[in-house]
């Protein structure tokens, strides 16, 4: 955003056209200066003519404008014979408020630069600047420090209005490749969707380690963190674990319900990728090799993918959009709507009565922003449903012998076989319904570990057991088409190289470091929010060129905002002190869940208002069910098979 910082000091005063000038009788040339209603005339001296006297001039506005311009440039010469003025050329360098980059100003300390440049350029500046600043040496603080800078990138400003990098800082605040042979595309199997054997065994010993990492948190079973993976390793670990930088398109005003406005938005698209790698690499030849990567959810592909169905017959790869190959793999919007299909199948307002379900729980432990609709509120519901499976893992671990040291596998596999009720028939309908919600709730939190270690492979075998989960609950369901789409695509119809690019555009990690990454579409939500915050300072009267520019300049803007925040010591604004301590509610919902006994098999205990719930999710509908669901959707993704 541009720099709006006026360093203009107006002297003039308002028209002076009605005259009242009081003296002496008899005296013409006196003015008495004792009168506080003393005035001059119109031409700036006293008046002449008689003791009480009232002049009025009739000026138009030129007249006016021209009369206050000369009085203004007559006061400033006055200042300046007043002052005694050298030319010093000592001060005309380039300094680091003119060649200070973006870059530079959300990732460097500018404060302390300046300081330091004043201290070798300007020392008895900086030694006046500080006397008045300072009042107790002994007792210097950062924001003294700061307002030093500050005053001197004032003064620097004033000399050259290209040393602008304070000004520019407080302005932010305030305001690819051919078809992959390895199966062939006749011989595409719906079973090949499902996990098979491996698989399975894979995810049981992936989700064996969650359950030891909400188990650890306890006394008597603190010696699981010396066991168990901090990180678990994947192939492309290292690669998954540098630091990725993000950078946000402006926004368009453009329509995707309409052909028009989606062929737009693919032109723009070309046009920007064309340009930015002309300009890194002299041409597009790299750009024509590989393409690029567009992600969107199910509604935006189809769009896109339409607008690129219109263009199939253009004569240049431009026109065709050929570099641009919309795909989806929207790993946390996926991940919402896993929970608000858990909410939908375990929470009741009826189940109030029945102590230990769901919605008693919510009311118990007070969790009123836990509501049932997960879309407006994602964080609370995943916390309360996060927070009742630790629970009840703690309490499927009561029966275990407390040691200082066991076998890891034994305790976690016998902890695995009780939560998930392996040994114990389905006519128990509370043991059902506790295994039922710790079956999505492991899904939920291997979700996030897969989005924080950006593991590609788990990624896959996520969508898997996801196509599972929303196919058992509708058949309809829109995200069950998602599943099988991000299948097929990253399996079946891409190459090796873009199939990848695919799976690693999925995360972004933008702090570096194992453990870090997010899903790309909630870093592209928090994108948006910083946008619509940029966007509503502009005030009322914005244009679609300011909205742009401003949408354009959103992340940087943070970038240096949140900057400025840590070399002041300033705390993030965070609303944690609102909430109740995860420990004390954690005893709390242990306590009222061990009255219940959720599982100690009792045959024919039920809730009322869960009678006939199963105890696994996924095995609401049969196998070949499934893959007949499956095989539909693969005949209308992909018409060939």
């Known amino acids: 955003l541009p720099a709006v910082v006026s360093n203009t000091v107006c002297l003039e005063s308002p028209p002076q056209v009605f005259s009242h000038t009081v003296g002496p009788a008899g005296d013409a040339s006196a003015t008495d200066k004792t009168d506080d209603h003393a005035h001059y005339n119109i031409n700036g001296s006293p008046s002449n003519d008689h003791d009480h006297e009232y002049i009025c001039k009739l000026l138009t506005e030129e007249e006016e ?49 300046i300081i330091q440049e004043m201290k070798e350029r300007c020392p008895s500046l900086l ?58 595309l006749q011989d595409i199997d719906a079973e090949m969707f499902v996990l098979n054997q491996c698989e399975t065994v894979k995810m049981i010993d992936v989700k064996k380690v969650l359950i030891g990492r909400l188990l650890c948190d306890s006394e008597e079973f603190e010696w699981l963190n010396r066991k168990l993976p901090q990180h678990i390793p994947h192939r492309y670990s290292d690669r998954m674990s540098k630091k990725q930088q993000v950078f946000t398109l402006k926004i368009m005003f ?22 930015l790698y002309t300009k890194a690499y002299g041409n597009t030849d790299m750009l024509d090799r ?30 065709r959009f050929q570099h641009l190959a919309p795909v989806t793999c929207e790993l946390w919007h996926v ?28 009311t118990v432990l007070r969790r009123t922003n836990a509501n049932g609709n997960v879309k407006s509120n994602y964080k609370a519901h995943e916390e309360l449903l996060l927070l009742i499976v630790k629970a009840l893992i703690r309490i499927a671990a009561d029966d275990l012998p407390h040691s200082s040291e066991q076998n890891r596998e034994t305790v976690l596999s016998h902890i695995f076989s009780k939560i998930y009720g392996l040994n114990c028939s389905n006519d128990d309908f509370i043991y059902n319904y506790y295994c039922n919600l710790i079956t999505w709730g492991l899904q939920i939190i ?64 933008t702090k570096g470091g194992n453990g870090q990454n997010k899903e790309a579409d909630l870093v592209q939500e928090h994108a948006i929010r910083n946008q619509k915050d940029i966007i509503r300072g502009l005030g009322a009267n914005k244009t679609e060129t300011a909205t742009r520019r401003a949408s354009g300049s959103a992340n940087i803007i943070y970038k240096i905002g949140d900057n400025v925040d840590k070399l002041l010591n300033i705390p993030k604004q965070t609303t944690s002190h609102t909430k109740k301590t995860t ?8 306590s009222i869940l061990r009255k219940v006994g959720p599982f100690d098999y009792v045959k024919g205990r039920k809730f009322d208002s869960f009678k006939e719930i199963p105890k696994n999710p996924k095995r609401i509908v049969k196998r070949k069910d499934l893959v007949g669901g499956i095989h539909k959707k693969i005949q209308r993704l992909f018409l060939n098979c």
Do not use: W
Not at 161 to 184: F, M, P, W, Y
């Open 583 to 590: 420990s004390k509610d954690l005893d709390l919902a242990v």
């Open 65 to 113: 404008e021209e009369e206050d311009g000369q009085e203004c440039i007559d006061r400033t010469k006055t200042i300046i014979d007043m002052l005694t003025i050298t030319s010093n050329k000592d001060y005309d360098y380039a300094n680091l408020l003119r060649t200070s980059t973006q870059t530079d100003m959300s990732e460097q300390d500018i404060f302390m630069a």
């Open 290 to 319: 590989h393409g690029v990567v567009l992600g969107g959810d199910m509604l935006t592909r189809e769009r896109l993918q339409n607008a690129k169905n219109i263009r199939h017959l253009a004569l240049t790869p431009r026109g």
């Open 446 to 509: 291997n979700m996030s570990d897969t989005a924080k270690e950006g593991d590609t492979e788990r990624l896959i075998l996520n969508m898997k057991e996801n196509a599972e989960f929303f196919y058992s609950n509708s058949t309809m369901s829109k995200y069950f088409t998602e599943c099988v789409n991000t299948i097929l695509q990253v399996n079946f119809l891409l190459s090796p190289h873009t199939r990848t690019r695919v799976l690693e555009g999925a995360f972004v990690n």
């Open 127 to 184: 030694d006046t600047l500080i006397s008045v600043c300072v009042k107790d040496k002994e007792k210097v603080t950062v924001r003294q420090i700061t307002s030093v800078a500050v005053a001197y990138s004032c003064l620097m400003f004033s000399r050259n209005n290209k040393n602008s990098a304070i000004q520019r800082v407080l302005t932010l605040l305030a305001v690819k490749g051919d078809a992959n042979d390895e199966v062939r």
């Open 254 to 275: 453009k329509d995707e319900s309409k052909n028009e406005d989606c062929l737009n938005i693919m032109s723009d698209y070309e046009d920007q990728i064309i340009e």
């Open 335 to 362: 991940k919402q709507d896993l929970l608000a299909k858990a909410y939908k199948a375990l929470y009741k307002q009826e189940s109030l009565g029945q102590c230990g379900t769901l919605f008693h729980l919510k």
